[in-house]
């Protein structure tokens, strides 16, 4: 599961990995020129520096963080936040863990994956409450539900994750794994391959479901959250820092999502707004998809919970007790460390 950003960094927000994106802080209006520099430069001075990595490129999951950074949120909490790209190398969950960065977005099976093997890694909020992935198909191949996968052939990048959660799809809807072709397809554009060499493909439907409307592409999908009875549904993605941050730093922790939740509540609220800050931040990205897409995602941050970044025991345990079960961990979590809602806003 090291392979952070090779997935899903697709046209219209492909950019060169490890690139910073930096914001500088704005001068005051109606100031002089020598007095707002003075002033800019005090400003500067008294904020805390913060990285945050993504998982992969910039897109819609991520609008939160950029609209509390477009509107200030997070300099009002006093924070100098840059928010950085993933590159090869340690895991996001080993950068928080010894301080490298200090915040990252992840999904929950990297973090219980990462806390079996000793890494002290936490979670801290839930970015999304359910899990927004699907296996997709073109319409013409009339692949509708996990067991016409048979006799198909899927292309992804052959991680046992990937395997164990079709064959638990396949199972549940009467169908078998064995019968269906795995083919490598690394950082290719997958809505080109299922219109040419491959049947069927793990997507985000948030992005490249969206991307395929505007392209003209008809999918047939199968969402991951429609079938939590044979693969439990999860937050996704999520927050994540180090235990070292939380228990040193609780102040930093607080402030820092108190200034992510509201860029996220305002992103809800305005959903075009938000994706025009987006687009703003990262010019690269294709501004049609970033609203359509936005548009479709933002009822679904806080989808089902009290508060944007909520976290249920229950949901954690269900699933680190589904990764244990077939074999995609060593050994039972103690879900009871491995997340917190203690840092979120009321």
């Known amino acids: 599961m090291k392979k952070r950003a090779s997935r899903l960094v697709r046209s219209g927000v492909r950019v060169a990995l490890a690139m910073v994106v930096a914001f500088g ?3 005051g209006a109606g100031q002089a020129p020598a007095a707002a520099a003075t002033s800019t430069a005090a400003t500067t001075a008294v904020l805390t520096p913060v990285t945050v990595l993504l998982d992969w490129a910039p897109n819609t999951n991520h609008t939160g963080l950029y609209v509390a950074q477009e509107k200030g949120f997070f300099r009002d909490q006093g924070l100098d936040v840059k928010i950085v790209q993933p590159g090869e190398g340690a895991s996001a969950e080993s950068l928080v863990a010894a301080g490298k960065v200090d915040f990252a977005v992840s999904f929950v ?6 806390r079996l093997s000793g890494i002290p890694a936490v979670s801290v909020a839930a970015i999304l409450q359910h899990n927004t992935s699907a296996f997709a198909s073109v319409k013409s191949k009339k692949i509708t539900r996990p067991r016409d996968f048979e006799g198909k052939k899927y292309g992804g990048e052959g991680l046992p994750m990937e395997r164990a959660i079709l064959a638990g799809l ?3 809807d009467g169908g ?5 072709k795995f083919v490598s397809v690394g950082v290719s554009d997958l809505l080109t391959l299922l219109q040419r060499d491959i049947d069927v493909a793990w997507i985000y439907y948030g992005w490249e479901g969206i991307e ?3 392209r ?17 549904d999860v937050p996704s993605p999520i927050l994540i820092t180090g235990e070292r941050t939380v228990r040193e730093k609780p102040d930093l922790v607080r402030r820092f999502l108190t200034a992510t939740a509201r860029g996220y509540e305002f992103t809800v609220a305005h959903p075009d707004e938000a994706a025009d800050l987006l687009v703003k931040s990262v010019p690269e990205m294709d501004p049609k998809l970033a609203q359509a897409s936005q548009r479709w995602l933002s009822p679904r941050y806080k989808e089902g919970a009290k508060k944007w970044g909520e976290q249920k025991s ?12 077939n074999k995609l961990a060593n050994r039972k979590l103690d879900t009871g460390t491995a997340f917190t809602n203690e840092f979120l806003p009321e």
């Not at 991951?224 to 044979?230: E, K, Y």
């Open 176 to 180: 078998d794994v064995s019968r269906l």
């Open 109 to 114: 099976e990297w973090l219980v994956n990462a």
């Open 25 to 27: 802080l704005l001068m």
């Open 314 to 325: 229950a949901v954690w345990q269900r699933f680190a007790d589904w990764l244990y079960e």
């Open 216 to 232: 003209g592409i008809p999918l047939n999908t199968v969402m991951l959250s429609d079938w939590d009875r044979a693969v439990p």
């Open 170 to 172: 396949m199972k549940a």
């Open 212 to 214: 395929a409307q505007l």
